[in-house]
């Protein structure tokens, strides 16, 4: 495919007032990517210097791909087939190299890039994402992409700040790769860069959403903790218990419902799997995980706070002092309610199993590039 020459970088169409309007595509994978390049969409042309119009089409490109040269290929293709000035891809597909794992891979020749959403980490996402655009299209603009020693422009956009430098820092590099056109890396190195991608790949799950996903199993949870308001038994076993075996009690509950979760609905990605790149599948279980984790928490919090009002408006302080034998206060309702979510928790797990598998397989990566595969497939053939 030819390369671009500086004539024709800031190429566009022309709008009303006669003035040359770049255009940007950003071609973003489903979920959460869309919703990214739907906001960028709406602030990156008031930012950038001269008149810009900015195209978002979602499409799943990633899922029948193996690693960025092939992306990026595939983003040159869709670039010049649209007319586009620049094209970026912005996936949640998690990408390695041997540097780190990496933030944007860029062809300045051909002016485009990818972006991988995970790589940003797990906290202001989207204000990450935001800058590392802005920085690739100073990349893409400027004559000096592929000279190793520009690296001041990284200092650019909030990417070299001082926290980011100390936790994560994000190191701008040079790639000699024989047979591509990927010319410029952005990568986050050393086990911090591990650590971000995994927190980045958990927030791209949003764990949350699980918590929509498990109805049934709040609603077995909820049956049981019903249960346990008439059960002396458990209101003694709560008051009684110390703080210790209260936290390992809570840590068994929730370690149930994320294993009954993995099995019921074969969240486990296999390394026997031959598509799958051990070193992956390990980042895609661990996310799987602590997604899950996350989740369960979230609803245990749920069932907690229920369970609580339900014990104040219901038990009687005079009726749980006559049973405890002891005076009844807030902690004693606090109690009575971990009593309670405890043992619903642990329910809760034999009602995930009748969950939807769609419901609660969104919290694994494998599953969503699996569905994304099988659908761009499908839209081929039709296409056909």
Known sequence: MPSRSSDDTESGADDHSGERVTVLGLIADPDMPETIAEYLAETLPEELDGAWRVEVDADPVTATLKGTAEILDRTAHKCDSRGWTYALCITDLPVRSEEGPVVADIDHDRGVAVVSVPGMGGLQTRKRVHQVIRQVLDELRSDH??????????????????????????????????????????????????LRLLSGMVRTNRPWRLVFGLSRALAAAVATSAFGLSSSTIWMVGDQLGIGFKVLATATAIAVLVTWLIAAHDLWEKRGDPRSDPQLARLYNASTVLTLIIGVVVLLAIL?????????????????????????????????????????????????????????????????????????????????
């Open 304 to 384: 907690f706070v229920v369970n609580f009002v339900l014990a104040w408006l219901i038990l009687p302080a005079s009726l749980l002092t006559g049973m405890l034998g002891t005076e009844t206060g807030a902690g004693t309702y606090l109690a009575v309610a971990w009593a309670f979510t405890t043992l619903g928790g642990i329910a809760g797990a034999l009602g995930s199993s009748l969950e939807t598998d769609r419901a609660v397989r969104q919290a694994a990566y494998g599953y969503r590039e699996s569905r994304r595969r099988a659908e761009h497939e499908e839209q081929d053939s039709d296409g056909a």
């Open 145 to 194: 992409g592929r000279d190793p020693g520009r690296v001041r422009r990284q200092r650019r956009h909030g990417l070299s700040g001082r926290m980011i430098g100390v936790l994560a820092p994000i190191r701008r590099t040079a790639v000699e790769t024989e047979g591509s056109h990927l010319d410029v890396r952005y990568v986050t190195p050393g086990r911090s860069g591990t």
